[in-house]
């Protein structure tokens, strides 16, 4: 193999952090001598032009920015969120690697342990989308859900440091990059909540001439996962 550095660069906010850095600790699992460099990025968008859009871990412009840097090659690669990606990408950007699709289901986060049947009537429950939002009305109409805006660590702060809300459904695979599964009380099966498009998938997104870091990457690429994302997107 030759040798080359990967050059990564990420958002500096946890979610973005951790996510990028279980990419290349599996990449480093699977090629221990190639050598991957992480670039850390400050996000260029104010948190109160964030706080009325909804997203994972990168906001809309936050993801221009991505692009951008990959563009000026300020690094050769970025993890994302599938479900943040903006389509088409730019002319001259690609999917460079789908890695295995995590749990793609929505987890329900809670403080006490309660389930969402076990709410009481009026509890204040946050969602991070309008698909989310209008599944769980229909099935708990005693419930309140609410849209938080402002991506997975604003929802966290809400939902840990203040009193704002009851529980917090997010995507279970964000509960596992972040490591704080101990406080899901449930994960809801697709026959009571249908997921995102591309939920539970992180995508390596690089310049599309890159052929070589296609190859090195190739072990971590999941036809099947890449299949079920261009599917998902095209239904919607």
């Known amino acids: 193999m030759k040798s080359r550095v990967l050059s990564f660069g990420s958002l500096a906010t946890p979610l973005a952090r951790t996510q990028t850095q279980a990419v290349i600790d599996l990449i480093q699992e699977h090629l221990p001598r190639l050598t991957c460099q992480l670039n850390i990025w400050d996000s260029p968008v104010a948190d109160r032009?964030?706080?009325?859009?909804?997203?994972?871990?990168?906001?809309?412009?936050?993801?221009?920015?991505?692009?951008?840097?990959?563009?000026?090659?300020?690094?050769?690669?970025v993890v994302v969120?599938?479900?943040?990606?903006?389509?088409?990408l730019p002319e001259d950007l690609a999917i460079v690697c789908v890695p295995d699709r995590a749990t793609p289901f929505d987890a329900y986060l809670n403080r006490q342990g309660l389930i969402m049947d076990e709410m009481d009537p009026g509890s204040q429950v946050g969602v991070l989308s309008m698909r989310s939002r209008a599944q769980m009305q229909s099935l708990w109409?005693?419930?309140?859900?609410?849209?938080?805006?402002?991506?997975?660590?604003?929802?966290?702060?809400?939902?840990?440091?203040?009193?704002?809300?009851?529980?917090?459904?997010l995507p279970a695979a964000v509960t596992e990059h972040l490591g704080i599964q101990g406080i899901v009380a449930e994960i809801f099966a697709p026959e009571f909540v249908l997921p995102g498009p591309g939920q539970g998938t992180l995508v390596i997104l690089g310049r599309r001439n890159d052929q070589e870091a296609r190859e090195l990457l190739a072990e971590l690429h999941s036809p099947d996962t890449a299949v079920e994302l261009d599917t998902e997107h095209a239904f919607c």
């Open 81 to 88: 969120e599938a479900a943040d990606m903006v389509l088409p």
């Open 141 to 169: 109409p005693e419930i309140s859900f609410r849209i938080l805006r402002g991506g997975v660590d604003r929802a966290m702060e809400i939902h840990l440091r203040r009193t704002e809300i009851d529980g917090l459904v």
């Open 49 to 77: 032009d964030k706080e009325n859009e909804p997203f994972v871990a990168a906001s809309r412009a936050e993801m221009e920015f991505l692009e951008q840097q990959l563009l000026r090659e300020q690094a050769g690669l």
